[in-house]
């Protein structure tokens, strides 16, 4: 057990376990896609083995991350005759988890979710804190439900037929996750980023821990984002805008974030609050691990607009979470004068 999560009317238990086939398949859906069906040959086996109508495979990727997807996984709750007491098993990473949280929000009002997060990012980040979504009209998790799975299941062997890119977008979030928590763990990523970069089991094993008990610390104490869980958006709201402006699939999630953070920290110091010293930390790590922060935007406009339709704007204004130093973060509005001046454009 890594820890549980008390949000009043839900609860969720995290923890590192192996997937292991169930005993009886009635009133449980498993959903999958079928990359980690391509390439992880023991999760084929295990996945051939399971009764057909009580399975769903759907394409990979951030472009099936839509309202199709949805409603292939409502009609094959149906079609296994699912009731409320059902449970919707996702086996992958953050796409899947996030659309099998929304259809089991949604299916007769609400049936039981679990998660096998197959990714990096979906292991410290997606599976853990409730929030469900699909994308639309070319932005990322516009309809969605605060809905937390009953329990998330971390097979950590699933990292090692991981693709490189992909891996390298869960290290993005796990630095996130460090520079709002847990500045150990920040000076961890830069000194064994070697044995993060060769996949160290006992590194990741500590990594994705630590990074589960600091996001379940925020989401406690504001599950509905109203407040200090907005913080966990470091680097996303810029990071959102950048992935919708050069088209949803060509940049990683985790690869946007880092991209992301790194204007953050570049406002706060036009601010007047920034730390050059952190900074410099930050972008040193980062070239480590090979991440591309100086990408530029090719559609300024079209950046502009994808920040405009930012989810997380409140009343007509938008707040942008940066930080003046490891663990000290704040939110504050960005003009566009800022903004031109920390944007890269070609």
């Avoid at 998660?115 to 979504?133: C, N, R, S």
């Amino acid at each position: 057990m890594i820890t549980t999560v008390d949000l009043g009317d839900y609860t969720t238990d995290i923890y590192f376990s192996e997937l292991k086939k169930e005993n009886n398949y009635e009133n449980r859906l498993l959903i999958s896609d079928e990359h980690i069906y391509r390439a992880n040959k023991s999760f084929a086996r295990y996945w051939d083995a399971l009764p057909e109508n009580h399975r769903l495979l759907l394409p990979a990727g951030e472009s099936a991350k839509n309202s199709a997807s949805l409603f292939r996984i409502l009609d094959a709750a149906f079609d296994a005759e699912l009731d409320r007491g059902g449970e919707m098993t996702a086996v992958g990473g953050g796409v899947l988890t996030d659309m099998t949280g929304l259809a089991a929000s949604l299916f007769k009002r609400g049936c039981a979710a679990v998660f096998y997060p197959t990714t990096l990012l979906a292991m410290v980040d997606a599976a853990v804190g409730g929030k469900t979504g699909i994308d639309y009209r070319g932005m990322k998790n516009m309809i969605g439900t605060f809905y937390p799975a009953r329990e998330v299941r971390i097979d950590l062997s699933f990292l090692e037929t991981l693709p490189e890119n992909e891996y390298r977008s869960g290290l993005g979030e796990v630095i996130k996750t460090a520079m709002l928590g847990d500045a150990s763990l920040f000076r961890l990523l830069r000194e064994e980023s070697a044995a993060f970069c060769r996949r160290d089991p006992e590194k990741l094993r500590d990594a994705v821990a630590r990074c589960v008990c600091i996001k379940a610390r925020f989401v406690r104490d504001d599950f509905r984002e109203h407040g200090i869980r907005a913080f966990l958006n470091w680097g996303h709201t810029f990071g959102h805008a950048f992935e919708a402006a050069a088209g949803l699939g060509t940049f990683t999630h985790g690869e946007a974030v880092i991209w992301g953070i790194d204007k953050g920290l570049k406002a706060a110091e036009l601010l007047g609050k920034g730390n050059r010293s952190y900074a410099d930390d930050f972008r040193e790590l980062t070239r480590r691990y090979g991440f591309r922060t100086e990408a530029p935007v090719s559609d300024f406009s079209l950046f502009l607009k994808a920040l405009a339709g930012d989810k997380k704007k409140n009343g007509g204004a938008l707040e942008f979470v940066l930080q003046s130093g490891p663990c000290e973060t704040f939110r504050a509005p960005l003009s566009d004068e800022i903004l031109r001046k920390i944007i890269p454009t070609v």
